[in-house]
């Protein structure tokens, strides 16, 4: 009979891209999808972390984790676990240094208040 592994803590956290391996089409191609903005807009105004739940997006849970998981893959959000939720953060200095000024024009664009 085979046991249940019990997952340890570093498998429940996503591999992440370094920065520096991300090309600017790779970003934008992320960007491209409004849903993927909205996230991407929330995460700035908010200036947290935020739970993948706690953002009111207009699509099913499962694709509201494609779309995390795009961001994710083109390494405009990292992702963690605290307890059961996983949270998402912007890797806003990261990007500025890697595209200046990207982020800020994008909010910019879409989010003028």
Known sequence: MATARK????ERIPAHPDIGTIGLQQVL???VDPV??????ELYAAGQDLACGTIDLPV???????HF???REAGLIRQHYAGTSR??????DEIEEAFPGLLDALIARHHPE
Request: glycine letters at 4%; proline letters at 0%.
């Open 36 to 41: 993927r903005r909205r996230i991407v807009g």
């Open 7 to 10: 997952a340890s803590r570093d």
């Open 69 to 71: 998981h795009v961001l």
């Open 29 to 31: 191609e992320a960007l």
């Open 87 to 92: 949270m998402n953060a912007l890797r806003r």
């Open 60 to 66: 099913s849970k499962s694709t509201a984790t494609h």
